[in-house]
């Protein structure tokens, strides 16, 4: 069974930073295109940042620059850290393995940004 | 970025037709946007029901359909059920990023 679970969500300072990951089983994180996907509190979804397969990311304007995905092939396990954070960064951070014939999505990690 | 823009509610009747519509900013929605139709349900995540402007997956159900109509990438609901009353999202892939759309609130009455 194909399963994402995210981590590392909670409240942070303006400023501060933190570190989400999804683990991942029934597929491998390496070998597909894996997202976060971010939507604040009553919003609409926000695409954050793509890993391909050969290991090329993209970002969101919104995070260029402060946040980062990697993933870690031992752990099958993607993550995202995000440094100086804002008030606007305040959401739901979804992971998601969403390319063609495959769409598997987590439960979601809530972090919020305020002092 | 580009904006992706989408119609922010519609209402359908019971077993009525409605279409939803997702625009570019750059131009015209092509199939090289690869458009992908998303339904979020209160409390859930989203889920994808179309990839790629026109494909399935197992569980979307058959009288959703996706398209391309008048340079904007489309999606039909002929039919509508209760249960499809949720928001929609489209997305959209360009060079470097992808871009959701804004969202349609769907309601079926």
């Known amino acids: 069974e194909v399963q994402l679970v995210e981590s590392g969500g909670g409240l942070v300072q303006p400023g501060g930073s933190l570190r989400l990951s999804c683990a991942a089983s029934?597929?491998?994180?390496?070998?597909?295109?894996m997202s976060w996907v971010r939507q604040a509190p009553g919003k609409g979804l926000e695409w954050v940042s793509l890993?391909?397969?050969?290991?090329?990311?993209y970002y969101a304007d919104s995070v260029k620059g402060r946040f980062t995905v990697s993933r870690d092939n031992s752990k099958n396990t993607l993550h995202l850290q995000m440094n100086r954070l804002r008030a606007e960064d305040t959401a739901v951070y979804y992971c998601?393995?969403?390319?063609?014939?495959?769409?598997?999505w987590g439960q979601g990690t809530l972090v919020t940004v305020s002092s | 970025q580009a904006v992706v823009t989408q119609e922010p509610s519609l209402t359908v009747s019971p077993g009525g037709t409605v279409t939803l519509t997702c625009g570019s900013s750059?131009?015209?929605?092509?199939?090289?946007?690869?458009p992908y139709w998303l339904q979020q349900k209160p409390g859930q995540a989203p889920r994808t029901l179309i990839y790629?402007?026109?494909n399935k997956h197992s569980w979307t159900p058959a009288r959703l359909s996706g398209s391309l109509l008048g340079g904007k990438a489309a999606l039909t609901l002929s039919g509508a059920q209760p249960e499809d009353e949720a928001d929609y999202y489209c997305?959209?892939?360009?060079?470097?990023?992808?871009?959701f759309g804004g969202g349609t609130k769907l309601t079926v009455l």
């Open positions: 890993i391909y397969s050969d290991g090329t990311t």
């Open positions: 750059t131009g015209a929605v092509t199939s090289g946007h690869y």
């Open positions: 790629d402007t026109s």
């Open positions: 998601a393995c969403m390319w063609m014939v495959a769409d598997y």
């Open positions: 997305l959209l892939s360009y060079p470097g990023a992808w871009v």
């Open positions: 029934g597929f491998t994180v390496s070998s597909n295109y």
